[in-house]
């Protein structure tokens, strides 16, 4: 399958791993990309721009296949040092960032010097369009359904993708509530070039996290995410656990007047607790609705495989049938 994605990125299928805190090192972000698709370190989780280099080398021990970055513009009063992790990617030789959070505006310059495709993040159209007007090659639009942060809007990709698709003139891929070959489909359908998936992604055996953390998310239904930070202008989705009913909990108490010191235990240094440690009730970590989808945990080459091939068969079969008649496909998907 050829779609403006695989051209630009250079990778053979339309799928891109999401820069996910604690998860995207080198083992998954290789995986990925040895299958076929563009698999994404995430920058932060690094802590400093000279283990991130050390993360791109370690990568590139691992694949030969292009990777990206994720480097995720959080507002703080201490930002990281951006121009450093900048120098870093440009210097591991890697040619894709997927930039999220703030806009990335004030980085173009050295991250299109470099020669870097950028794809960011964004959960609206205003702000796909802004991206588009400040030299973004691409934008991955994430819908209400994502894990992590939906922003404000509560949109959903249903609305979300085909509004994209008559606004934008760059080529976007659909995040958010994405699992399969049916959700590659539907994302083309509305207008995408393809598909950015988190959640689905860690539920595979190359994802290096706490066994703890996948068979979570193989339990979990899609009636198990909670929205919190709100209040903040700061939603998250999350897995819901002790720690999130803790949280909401103190939430309810201060309502309008809550404050990130409230819930600091509940959402400071979590990532490392859950991920590495596996400890699920620490509190507050990303997954998406898509986890209601998530029955079991195969290789990330089955895992994309198994995407692509069940496309095809959408596409040549069950949607070509009916435009030929044939009503037999219409409840028939894998
Ligand atoms: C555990 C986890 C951690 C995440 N961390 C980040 C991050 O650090 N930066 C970022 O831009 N997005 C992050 N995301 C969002 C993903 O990159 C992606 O946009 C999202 O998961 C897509 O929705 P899905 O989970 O329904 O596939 C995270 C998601 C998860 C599930």
Same mark, same amino acid.
């Given at each position: =399958?050829?779609?403006?994605?695989?051209?630009?990125?250079?990778?053979e299928?339309?799928?891109v791993?999401?820069g996910?805190?604690?998860?995207?090192?080198?083992?998954?972000?290789?995986a990925?990309?040895?299958?076929? $698709?563009?698999?994404?370190?995430?920058?932060?989780?690094?802590?400093? +721009?000279?283990?991130?280099?050390?993360?791109?080398?370690?990568?590139?021990?691992?694949?030969?296949?292009?990777?990206?970055?994720?480097?995720?513009?959080?507002?703080?009063?201490?930002?990281?040092?951006?121009?450093?992790?900048?120098?870093a990617?440009?210097?591991?030789?890697?040619?894709?960032?997927?930039?999220?959070?703030?806009? +990335?505006?004030?980085? =173009?310059?050295?991250?299109?010097?470099?020669?870097?495709?950028?794809?960011?993040?964004?959960?609206?159209?205003?702000?796909?369009?802004?991206?588009?007007?400040?030299? %973004?090659?691409?934008?991955?639009?994430?819908?209400?359904? %994502?894990?992590?942060?939906?922003?404000?809007?509560?949109?959903?990709?249903?609305?979300?993708?085909?509004?994209?698709?008559?606004?934008?003139?760059?080529?976007?891929?659909?995040?958010?509530?994405m699992?399969?070959?049916?959700?590659?489909?539907?994302?083309?359908?509305?207008?995408?070039?393809?598909?950015? =998936?988190?959640?689905?992604?860690?539920?595979?055996?190359?994802?290096?996290?706490?066994?703890?953390?996948?068979?979570?998310?193989?339990?979990?239904?899609?009636?198990?995410?909670?929205?919190? =930070?709100?209040?903040?202008?700061?939603?998250?989705?999350?897995?819901?656990?002790?720690?999130?009913?803790?949280?909401?909990?103190i939430?309810?108490?201060? $309502?309008?007047?809550?404050?990130?010191?409230?819930?600091?235990?509940?959402?400071?240094g979590?990532?490392?607790?859950?991920?590495?440690?596996?400890?699920?009730?620490?509190?507050?970590?990303? %997954?998406g609705?898509?986890?209601?989808?998530?029955?079991?945990? +195969?290789?990330?080459?089955?895992?994309?495989?198994?995407?692509?091939?069940?496309?095809?068969?959408?596409?040549?079969?069950?949607?070509?049938?009916?435009?030929?008649?044939?009503?037999?496909?219409?409840?028939?998907?894998?």
């Amino acid at each position: =399958m050829k779609t403006a994605i695989t051209e630009m990125l250079g990778i053979e299928h339309p799928i891109v791993q999401g820069g996910m805190h604690y998860v995207g090192f080198a083992e998954l972000a290789a995986a990925v990309s040895n299958a076929g $698709g563009l698999g994404i370190i995430t920058g932060l989780t690094q802590r400093t +721009p000279e283990l991130l280099a050390k993360e791109i080398a370690r990568c590139r021990d691992m694949t030969d296949k292009p990777f990206g970055v994720n480097l995720t513009f959080l507002p703080t009063f201490t930002a990281p040092p951006y121009p450093e992790y900048i120098a870093a990617i440009k210097e591991g030789g890697v040619r894709v960032v997927e930039t999220a959070g703030r806009s +990335p505006e004030q980085y =173009m310059p050295a991250l299109k010097a470099a020669g870097i495709k950028v794809i960011h993040k964004c959960t609206s159209v205003r702000h796909s369009l802004k991206a588009q007007q400040i030299g %973004c090659d691409a934008v991955s639009v994430d819908g209400f359904e %994502c894990g992590g942060h939906p922003g404000e809007d509560d949109m959903p990709n249903m609305i979300l993708l085909p509004r994209a698709a008559d606004e934008l003139t760059i080529p976007f891929i659909a995040s958010g509530g994405m699992a399969d070959g049916r959700s590659l489909v539907a994302a083309l359908a509305l207008g995408a070039a393809g598909v950015n =998936m988190g959640t689905r992604f860690i539920a595979t055996k190359e994802a290096p996290v706490h066994q703890n953390v996948k068979d979570a998310l193989l339990k979990a239904t899609e009636l198990d995410t909670r929205l919190v =930070m709100r209040a903040l202008r700061n939603t998250e989705r999350v897995l819901t656990n002790k720690g999130v009913e803790r949280l909401i909990e103190i939430e309810r108490e201060k $309502g309008k007047n809550l404050t990130i010191q409230d819930i600091h235990d509940e959402v400071a240094g979590v990532y490392p607790k859950v991920m590495v440690d596996g400890d699920m009730d620490a509190g507050a970590w990303s %997954c998406g609705l898509v986890v209601g989808l998530i029955h079991d945990i +195969p290789t990330v080459k089955e895992l994309i495989d198994r995407i692509m091939a069940e496309a095809e068969r959408l596409i040549r079969s069950r949607l070509t049938g009916f435009l030929d008649g044939d009503i037999s496909g219409a409840r028939k998907v894998a």
